[in-house]
Nanobody
Framework: VQLQASGGGLVQPGGSLRLSCAAS????????MGWFRQAPGKQRELVAS???????TYARSVRGRFTISRDNAKNTVYLQMNSLKPEDTAVYYC????????WGQGTQVTVSS
């Protein structure tokens, strides 16, 4: 499984960004896709995940502001991030869970005025 993430950038507090992660390869084996993030000096943390059956999990810190969705026809998972805060600044990583875990390259999200 290969994952290609995109959509990061610099945004002001209160702004929005949408991250995309396109999967290729043995996509039939994927059962969960999601996003983690890692801020400088902090551990990588789960942001949101979505399972094949539609079950969704959000970190408490992003609930109500972020929305994860999945387009199975495009083998792509999205993370719509609204009302961004400076503490959302991090490198965001796409994840696919199959027989093993697969990671995409990180994409930087910076929230700053």
């Amino acid at each position: 499984v290969q994952l290609q993430a995109s959509g990061g950038g610099l945004v002001q507090p209160g702004g929005s960004l949408r991250l995309s992660c396109a999967a290729s390869g043995s996509i039939f084996s994927i059962n969960v896709m999601g996003w983690f993030r890692q801020a400088p000096g902090k551990q990588r943390e789960l942001v949101a995940s979505i399972a094949n059956g539609g079950s969704i999990t959000y970190a408490r810190s992003v609930r109500g502001r972020f929305t994860i969705s999945r387009d199975n026809a495009k083998n792509t998972v999205y993370l719509q991030m609204n009302s961004l805060k400076p503490e959302d600044t991090a490198v965001y990583y796409c994840l696919a869970s199959a027989s093993e875990m697969y990671w995409g390259q990180g994409t930087q999200v910076t929230v700053s005025s």
